[in-house]
């Protein structure tokens, strides 16, 4: 088991065990590459609009006569050969972009992560995270102490106070457990993690 510090808003720190295979994975950098991707292709949508040929706007006359003028054959000018023309494949709204990943592959590449997180001194183990009000003035001054910036916090349950505390405030994403995702852990500077939310994140990677 690996041990890493648990700091509490007092200033103690107690040391914690967690789960080997969650935190003290060798860092797979394939295997992230490849969540991350999915992960991206998988939240883009269809946007993108092309005509094509029957869609081109425009008379379907033949251009010349099929023989005598010495040119090739040519039909209506909506052919996506010719400039102005329809695509052959064109782009549609209900285009996907979804790109599988098996469950396991996914956990696996979430608990790389984690340990290079931990690796990296850039996960930050806390006892919980909590504040009395919704004013956001408290929430800064909750970060000042623990003497965090540009950070993501994992709790296990976001409430209320935290979520309208924290929404307006840039460089800084509360989510519950159940809504991490590769991009997010990787874009902040640093990771904090409630007590709470890492024995779920152990229940649910494992």
Not at 11 to 23: T, W
Not at 64 to 71: A, I, M, N, S, Y
Not at 130 to 146: D, G, P
Request: hydrophobic share 35%; with cysteine; charged share 25%.
């Amino acid at each position: 088991m690996v041990k890493i510090p648990c700091r509490s808003e007092n200033g103690q720190v107690v040391n914690i065990e967690v789960s080997d295979s969650v935190f003290d994975r060798v860092y797979n950098e394939a295997l992230v590459h490849q969540i991350i991707t999915s992960y991206l292709a998988n939240a883009r949508r269809g946007t993108r609009a092309q005509k094509g040929r029957s869609e081109v706007a425009g008379s379907t006359r033949k251009q010349w006569r099929q023989k005598g003028t010495g040119r090739a054959r040519a039909g209506a000018a909506s052919n996506p050969l010719w400039s102005g023309g329809g695509k052959i494949f064109p782009n549609k709204p209900t285009e996907s972009f979804t790109k599988k990943i098996n469950r396991k592959m996914y956990r696996a590449g979430m608990c790389t992560i984690f340990s290079q997180l931990l690796r990296n001194n850039k996960l930050i183990a806390i006892s919980e995270f909590q504040i009395e009000t919704t004013k956001t003035k408290f929430f800064l001054q909750k970060l000042k102490n623990y003497q965090l910036e540009n950070v993501m916090i994992i709790t296990d349950e976001v409430d209320e106070n935290l979520y309208l505390a924290s929404r307006n405030i840039p460089n800084i994403k509360v989510v519950e457990v159940d809504l991490i995702d590769p991009v997010s852990l990787l874009s902040y500077d640093n990771v904090v993690i409630t007590r709470e939310a890492v024995n779920k994140i152990e229940s649910v990677l494992q």
